[in-house]
């Protein structure tokens, strides 16, 4: 590949940029207005219909249940970490950053795995749980727990570097003026991470809602019960109710895609202020 | 609210940084903390302010032994170098911030935190700006209302780290003088820290000099001129001219050593060396101390140069071997020397310290 | 600058109970170590733990299994197929994005995180809709003599649509920041356009393209949902080893579904290591959108 100022405006750039049009419209456009068409085979109403379905209205109802815990519970532990690990030096600092970021890049069924060989009939506390009656795996418990592990690292990993980039000072001089931890977090550390908290926020939303695999290990694929959206999608694709899975899909990709865009879309603002400024 | 340190430490990692500081601070002066950079001052501020827990000795502001204190409890006012302000809090909001969050019971009403806000921007010439963002503000300005947010919760002591060290040389004069007009007013305490040490001469009372984490003098900005208590104090305190000599049995100084061996020159009374007996001893000077007589003596210095420097004409007078060169400023108004000509050297000014690495000096 | 430090008297290291200076140590501390330990470390340690519960035997002969080495090798073979494809095209894409800027720049800026915002189920079954013989793109392939669709082509397909804006979004800010004069001077300096690609251009991008590749390589690794519907699952065809742990969980072979999620954890932690110390290496000011990214 020879890429070059030169070439910026040359012949082959324009062959470059036709290239790259051409990648983008294969790869990233072409999926998404099939997922649109698929959809709308049978009009808006085989959309509508689709949702109404009993099924499908659990399955909603289930996501935003996992969505309202999960992101919550990460959102609270992850700003601490962050703080944690950016206000104070400790040993062994680079290790709780790796086991932070982990989850990250560990295969999503892996994530479910684990609870399974925790949890499972045949794990750790398995023969326990069962003894008391209590359902982990393929219940709610499990699905919350999988999910709690795949979403683990977004809230923390945004707001760190921005934690890190304005050092310690700020606190310090809160410190200095007599504020107690109450008043450093929420009234210091907290405003000047703002943007970035919501940033993670969204993504952890966004990965939430759309968690497939790890899920889908956890989770005992009952129609109505034990399936969140994702899975139900899978269901209806695997019964061949095209449409249903579809109408689904797009309203999933429609929740994500909004999550991730207005994020995007924060980003720029922003940046733009900063260069204003 | 008077200082006193004893006998304290701070090791980062396995490296000292503060090693085995005692300093007593009396209530009302301005000290400025001044050493070449690594040398601990600004850990030693830290540690004054609570910053830096991680130290031993015995540390006391006014009658209070504050040794294990946590830094929000000391009462200290704390000017951070790049500011620290809160960057989504309005310069009145900044201000405010020590007296909001005080313990309810402590908490002034919020009229009067507002009128304490008001009182201070205008003591700090900032009085139009209370609803900006720092990010809206100069240089100057922020460390206007960095000293305002560190004065609102009426602290005895102020610390201020590298307070100058962002402006401009122009605004950086200014805020000088405006600062120590301050500290006369508000009757502080006040411990400064800075790299420059024309700016602590000029501003502070007395001047400690860290070097590699230790204290090497502490004395009054004329002390430190007139008696450095060693090379270092004098070479840190500005440009200087160093020669290697030799004293006699009663201390006086008989002769120059090295390249300057020979020339003629006068030098300082005995009573000024440090310490009697025979040995090498370093003359050092300011380059407008030295006194250049023309003659024509055998090993002379000659005049190899010469240009203005402001008031001053600038020599550059060479060994008689032409081996080794210095610079003398001398006053315009004095007659000019001939260029290439002979001259003897008075060094009746020098400060006369041990030679640094000489067997006899025990240094 | 090397003299002897004399230690000074009375010099010796406080204990870690020295309080800390910015307060709530105890409290972020505590609720983050409970928070790692619960949700991190206790997992992974029974994943880590598991294959051997019936000796190094059973587990090297889980491993062992034809069905599990294909798996394996089809995963990481597609994953680093995948990622060479992603690295080439999203060096493309970032450079078009970054340096030519064509009308129409921002939707394409936009496009590029399609992958980011679908849901992996949801590119599944798109992709799948799209490669299968009847779809918008497998029907014209189809018809030339290629199969996409429950092929192994098809996974690394999947993988590429996954992992591209990985490898765009790491390379974009670092050509971002990286001088347009860089490349004027080499041009002024009589450089052909190959030789400022070659020595000018990639090695100040090296860190970053090898960043995106080791990003899109881990997350296709591990690819579960975008690809089990276009793979076909077919055993020692198009099998990938996620799902062979899902199926040896429904076979309720704990150890053999174990053994490969081992693998795969390593296979992470080795990834996360490489990308973390290529990280250091690349602007700070990355960690925010690569946090977004991953």
Request: hydrophobic content about 50%; charged content about 15%.
């Amino acid at each position: 590949m020879s890429v070059s100022p030169p070439l910026r405006r040359s012949p082959m750039a324009l062959g470059l940029t036709l290239l790259a049009w051409l990648a983008a419209v294969l790869f990233l456009l072409l999926p998404l207005a099939s997922l649109g068409t698929e959809a709308l085979r049978k009009g808006l109403g085989g959309v509508l219909r689709a949702l109404a379905d009993d099924d499908a209205l659990a399955a909603i109802r289930l996501s935003a249940l996992v969505v309202a815990v999960c992101v919550p519970v990460n959102t609270v532990c992850g700003l601490f970490a962050a703080y944690a690990l950016t206000k104070y030096d400790f040993p062994f600092r680079g290790l709780l950053l790796v086991l932070i970021e982990l989850p990250l890049s560990v295969s999503p069924v892996v994530a479910g795995l684990v609870w399974v060989l925790l949890f499972g009939a045949h794990g750790w506390f398995g023969p326990w749980l069962a003894a008391h009656n209590i359902a982990v795996v393929f219940a709610l418990p499990g699905i919350l727990l999988a999910t709690l592990f795949v979403t683990f690292p977004f809230v923390a990993r945004t707001v760190m570097p921005v934690m890190e980039s304005q050092g310690r000072a700020p606190e310090e001089a809160a410190t200095m003026l007599g504020a107690g931890f109450g008043s450093v977090f929420l009234r210091v550390t907290l405003p000047e991470i703002r943007w970035a908290l919501l940033s993670g926020v969204l993504l952890c939303a966004a990965r939430a809602l759309g968690e497939f695999g790890a899920v889908s290990v956890v989770s005992g694929h009952i129609p109505g019960q034990t399936e969140t959206v994702p899975l139900h999608i899978e269901t209806l694709y695997n019964g061949y109710d095209t449409v249903g899975a579809f109408s689904l899909a797009a309203v999933l990709a429609l929740c994500s895609g909004a999550m991730v865009a207005s994020r995007t879309l924060m980003d720029w603002l922003r940046g733009r202020r900063s260069v204003a400024r | 609210m008077g200082v006193d340190l004893r006998n304290i430490s701070c090791l980062f990692g396995r490296t000292p940084a503060v090693r085995d500081i005692s300093l007593r601070v009396s209530n009302g002066e301005f000290l400025a903390l001044v050493g070449p950079s690594g040398a601990g001052k600004t850990t030693l501020l830290r540690i004054i302010a609570g910053l830096e827990p991680n130290y031993t000795g015995q540390l006391s502001i006014g009658a209070r032994d504050v040794t294990r204190v946590p830094a929000r409890e000391r009462n200290i006012g704390f000017v951070f170098q790049n500011y620290a302000l809160f960057r989504h809090m309005t310069v009145a909001e900044n201000v405010a911030f020590g007296l909001r969050v005080r313990p309810r019971k402590r908490r002034p009403a919020r009229a009067a935190i507002a009128a304490r806000v008001s009182e201070l921007l205008e003591l700090v010439q900032v009085g139009p700006l209370a609803q900006r963002y720092p990010t809206q503000l100069s240089g100057g300005q922020r460390q206007r209302v960095a000293l305002a947010r560190a004065l609102a919760t009426e602290p005895e002591l102020l610390l201020l780290d590298e307070p100058f060290g962002a402006l401009d040389p122009l605004v950086r004069k200014e805020i000088r003088t405006w600062l120590r007009r301050l500290h006369e007013r508000l009757g502080l305490t006040s411990i400064l820290v800075t790299h420059d040490q024309s700016e602590a001469l000029e501003v502070a009372d007395r001047i400690a000099v860290l070097r590699d984490g230790s204290l090497e003098q502490v004395d009054t900005p004329d002390a430190l001129e007139d008696r450095p208590s060693s090379l270092f104090v004098h070479q840190f305190l500005g440009e200087t001219v160093g020669f290697d000599a030799s004293a006699g049995t009663d201390g006086a100084i008989l002769s120059l050593n090295g390249p300057w061996n020979g020339t003629p020159a006068r030098f300082p009374e005995p009573a000024t060396a440090p310490g009697p007996g025979p040995g090498r001893r370093h003359l050092s000077l300011r380059p407008w101390e030295i006194g250049l007589e023309p003659t024509d003596a055998q090993g002379a210095a000659r005049v190899t140069g010469m240009g203005r420097a402001g008031p001053f004409l600038r020599y550059a007078v060479r060994a008689p071997d032409g081996s080794h060169a210095v610079e003398v400023l001398r006053p315009s108004s004095l007659p000019p020397l001939p260029e290439d000509g002979g001259c003897a050297l008075d060094l009746r000014l020098a400060r006369v310290f041990a030679q640094p690495g000489a067997d006899d000096t025990g240094a | 600058m090397s003299h002897s430090v004399p230690q000074a008297p009375g010099l010796r290291r406080l204990p870690f109970g020295v309080p800390a200076v910015i307060p709530g140590r105890t409290l972020s501390f505590g609720l983050t170590l409970f928070w790692v330990t619960a949700l991190v470390v206790l997992p992974l340690t029974a994943l880590a733990t598991k294959p051997f519960g019936r000796g190094f035997k059973v587990m090297l002969h889980a491993l062992g299994d034809a069905r599990a080495l294909h798996a394996l090798a089809l995963s990481f073979g597609c994953a680093l197929g995948a990622a060479s494809l992603c690295t080439l095209l999203g060096l493309l894409l970032a450079w078009v994005l970054e340096r030519v800027r064509p009308p129409g720049w921002r939707l394409l800026d936009a496009l590029v995180d399609i992958p980011f915002a679908l849901p992996t189920a949801v590119a599944g079954i798109t992709l799948t809709s799209l490669y299968a013989p009847t779809g918008w793109i497998g029907a014209p392939l189809d018809r030339l003599g290629i199969k996409v669709a429950f092929t192994p082509l098809g996974i690394t397909l999947a993988l590429v649509f996954v992992g591209l804006p990985f490898v765009v979004r790491t390379v974009l800010p670092v050509l971002r920041e990286l001088p347009r004069e860089l490349e004027e001077a080499a041009e002024t300096l009589g450089a052909r356009p190959g030789q400022i690609a070659r020595r000018v251009l990639l090695p100040a991008l090296a860190p970053a393209l090898a960043t995106g590749f080791g990003l899109a390589f881990a997350r296709g690794v591990g690819e579960y949902g975008s690809v089990i519907f276009i793979a076909g699952n077919r055993p020692m065809v198009s099998e990938i080893a996620p799902l062979l742990i899902v199926i040896r969980l429904q076979e309720f072979n704990y150890a053999g579904a174990s053994a490969i999620g081992l693998v795969m954890l390593l296979a992470a932690a080795l990834c996360l290591l490489a990308i973390t110390a290529l990280r250091r290496r690349l602007p700070a000011s990355l960690g925010v959108r690569l946090g977004g990214a991953a």
